[in-house]
Each structure stands twice: as C-alpha cells, then as structure tokens.
Nanobody
C-alpha cells in the first residue's frame, strides 16, 4: 500500500505562486508514475501534470503549460508542483496520485492511477 500526503495548498491572488508537495511512503516509488490532478466545485477531476518513473518525463494539461512545473526528488520520495501565474480557474482541490509501472500509461487520465492522496486546497482570488 502506498500512502501519499500532499501539502502546500493555500489562498493566493491571481498572478501569485504556490508549490505543492507530495510525499510517498512506498520504497519502490522511483519506478512509479506520479501525477497531480485537480477538482473544482461541481467539476470532474482533471489531470494537471504527470511525471514518469525513471527518466522523469513530464506531461502537462494545455491549460497549465508554461505556468506549472512538475518535478520529483527521488531521495526524498517527493514530487512537487510549482505553480506560477495562478488564475482563478486554477482553484480546486489538488490530489497527488501514483501508478505502479506497466506497459501502457495515459498520463493525465485519473483511471490510470491506483493510489491517491487526500488532497490540498488551492484557492485563487481575482
């Protein structure tokens, strides 16, 4: 069982920045694909950014490209989401997710991921 614990959410004004962190408990974390998802009020959960195990290839939703950066620190079993130029539409609960290695992977599809954190709230005011 993999436990994921997110932190770093908060309230900021439009144009501000936040950095989210997600610590994973699993020793095999380095091989797992990891991702950030978000869910606004009354909306479906959507993929924001994902990063592969091993070489750490990254993928982003079009809505956040150029503003958000996903990264991972293998020594700390942690992934990060650096969020700059925040907009009110970025508001939502942000979840960290982990996927054990497999042959196929659709990075931003929530159904692909087995383990989920409890989420951290991000609120962006105009």
């Amino acid at each position: 069982q993999v436990e994921l614990v997110e932190s770093g959410g908060g309230s900021v004004r439009a144009g501000g920045s936040l950095r989210l962190s997600c610590v994973a408990s699993e020793y095999a974390y380095s091989a797992y694909a990891m991702a950030w998802f978000r869910q606004g009020a009354g909306k479906e959960r959507e993929g924001v950014a994902a990063i592969s195990g091993g070489p750490g290839l990254s993928y982003y939703a079009d809505s956040v490209k150029g503003r958000f950066t996903i990264s991972r620190d293998y020594k700390k079993n942690t992934i990060y989401l650096e969020m700059n130029g925040l907009k009110p539409e970025d508001t939502g609960m942000y979840f960290c997710a982990a996927k054990p290695p497999s042959q196929s992977w659709d990075p931003l599809q929530p159904e692909q991921y087995r383990y989920w954190g409890q989420g951290t709230q991000v609120t962006v005011s105009s």
